[in-house]
């Protein structure tokens, strides 16, 4: 099966009445793909059960100058329905404009990303012709990470991108991929992080990966370090079932991974929250293509057969799918797919699919077809106010000094003598500096090459125990004679340390 119904929290609902979808055809190759898709559904019966309600989203909204891409009544609209089929959207480069699509994931908690990947037939890959079968699936945290967007320029020459990996966001993603394993019958789940270098940020990724997976004590696991697990999906993309990744990590390896199976153009996607959920096309608007007629829709109509799964329309999903594998089987395809015989339009390839709509096929399994639809969808309750979540609650926290960020052209000794004579009167002393991460005082290699910042760190005098106000005036002190672009007070948490060493300390 290429997609399968995840674990939805939705109830079941009366059948006679008609499901509402926020529709954003989106911007490029968008409104002809969504177009053929939307055909495949009408055909295939889904309009009898579901009506799709369009929403204004995407460039045109970019270009009236609304720097959220979507309108006032669009985000009442999905906050409404609960649920958003969405073609690609381009993002303004430069501008301040965010990516929308990132935007929608992390305003409206779709916290997952769900992909499949598999061999289908009639598109050839370097694997499908080695006989090497590629059936896995990419879960992805959608809302963490450098997704955050907080970016600053700190000196004239440096810049700085915050990361931020929670324990709550890392259990809520991590469990997804559990119950979305368990849910699918998926025997083995693989976390890819880059823990042995970023301990703290994808080492909690890891560590709550363990913590989860003890619920789970049927699923195999183990974990593989980002670079390898990139190494390993191209030699030996069959030995991997299902991997959970971070935010930008699991980016990169989902357009990877749609490499292995003929491209983008094949790539589902669900970005599923608690309460609001989005299907979109993993592919971009294809400028290059857009308004021709040459676009493959297979991306978002796979996206679409999740979403009829996660109300409840299995069996309908199963049918359309069913024809799409026959239909590539059978040769049709669109320019894009390395396959046999010509290739047909974006109007051909979906008139093929709903043509064969009742066909197998015949070289690989198809899906089961169940034998009724159970239509289910109970649209979101909007909460009185935003959800905290917590994990750590009875954690002892203790300031023990802070780290300064300063714009410097001294020499480290130069610099560390002016600070120590600043901080004499402090309960602080000058403990490292660092500069990209690399100490280089009090000890260190001439070899090290600096920028113009650097880290300085000053930790408490022996026995001294404060809040963090004190660490706030030594900063004004410093202040009054550097220029300061970044403080972070650093803190232990029932005794272990919540900071890094430097690189060499
Ligand atoms: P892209 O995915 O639009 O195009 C990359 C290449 O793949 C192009 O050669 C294109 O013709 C081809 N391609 C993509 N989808 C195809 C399809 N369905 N059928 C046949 N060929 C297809 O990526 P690009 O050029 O980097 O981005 C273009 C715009 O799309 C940008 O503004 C970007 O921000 C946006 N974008 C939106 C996404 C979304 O809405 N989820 C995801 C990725 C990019």
């Not at 970023?198 to 990724?205: A, E, L, P, S, Y």
């Not at 699923?219 to 030996?236: F, G, K, P, Q, W």
């Not at 609001?276 to 991306?299: K, M, R």
């Not at 300064?404 to 052209?409: E, K, P």
Request: charged letters at 20%; a negative charge; aromatic letters at 6%.
């Amino acid at each position: 099966m290429l997609t399968q119904d995840h674990p939805s929290t939705q109830q079941v609902s009366d059948m006679t009445n008609k499901l509402t979808i926020a529709l954003a055809p989106g911007d490029g190759i968008g409104p002809e793909i969504t177009r053929a898709c939307l055909h495949i559904f009408k055909v295939a019966g889904v309009l009898d059960h579901v009506e799709f309600t369009e929403v204004d989203m995407g460039r045109k909204v970019f270009n009236e100058g609304d720097t959220r891409g979507m309108t006032d009544e669009a985000i009442e609209t999905i906050e409404a329905t609960g649920i958003l089929y969405k073609g690609p959207m381009g993002t303004p480069i430069g501008g301040g404009g965010k990516s929308i699509n990132v935007t929608l994931r992390k305003t409206f908690g779709a916290f997952a990303n769900l992909r499949h990947f598999q061999t289908l037939p009639g598109v050839e890959t370097v694997y499908s012709r080695a006989g090497v079968p590629v059936d896995f699936y990419v879960v992805r945290e959608n809302v963490e990470d450098t997704y955050g967007g907080i970016e600053h320029r700190l000196t004239p020459d440096s810049y700085c991108a915050k990361r931020i990996i929670t324990t709550p966001g890392c259990d809520q993603i991590n469990r997804f991929a559990f119950e979305t394993a368990k849910a699918f019958g998926i025997d083995k789940v693989t976390c890819g992080h880059k823990a042995n270098i970023m301990k703290m940020t994808d080492g909690t990724f890891l560590d709550r990966f363990k913590f989860v997976a003890q619920d789970y004590p049927q699923i195999e696991t183990e974990d593989v370090i980002i670079d390898a697990l990139c190494m390993n999906l191209v030699l030996r993309p069959d030995k991997y079932k299902m991997i959970v990744l971070t935010n930008l990590q699991g980016d990169i390896v989902s357009d990877l991974a749609a490499g292995l199976v003929g491209g983008l153009g094949f790539a589902p996607s669900a970005n599923i929250g608690d309460q609001i959920s989005i299907f979109e096309a993993v592919h971009g608007t294809a400028p290059d293509i857009a308004g021709q007629d040459l676009a493959n829709p297979t991306s978002l109509l796979l996206s679409g057969l999740i979403m009829l799964r996660h109300i409840g329309m299995r069996k309908t999903a199963a049918i359309i799918e069913n024809s799409l594998l026959y239909t590539l089987e059978s040769g049709v395809h669109t320019g894009d797919v390395k396959g046999k015989g010509q290739p047909v339009g974006t109007t051909d390839f979906a008139q093929a699919i709903a043509d064969n709509l009742g066909k197998n096929p015949e070289t690989i399994e198809g899906c089961t077809v169940p034998a009724k639809d159970e239509l289910h969808h109970t649209p979101p309750v909007r909460p009185s106010a935003n959800q905290i979540m917590t994990t750590h609650e009875q954690v002892e926290t203790t300031v023990c000094g802070c780290d300064i960020f300063l714009q410097n052209i001294l020499s480290p000794t130069e610099l560390a003598a002016k600070l120590h004579r600043l901080t004499q009167s402090t309960p602080f002393k000058l403990t490292v500096i660092s500069n990209r991460g690399t100490q280089v005082w009090p000890t260190g290699s001439p070899y090290t090459e600096m920028v113009n910042e650097c880290c300085v760190r000053f930790e408490l005098k022996e026995g001294t125990v404060i809040g963090q106000g004190p660490t706030v005036h030594l900063l004004a002190k410093v202040a009054e004679k550097f220029t300061v672009t970044d403080f972070i007070p650093i803190r232990m948490y029932d005794g272990v340390p919540g900071f890094s060493l430097a690189q060499g300390q």
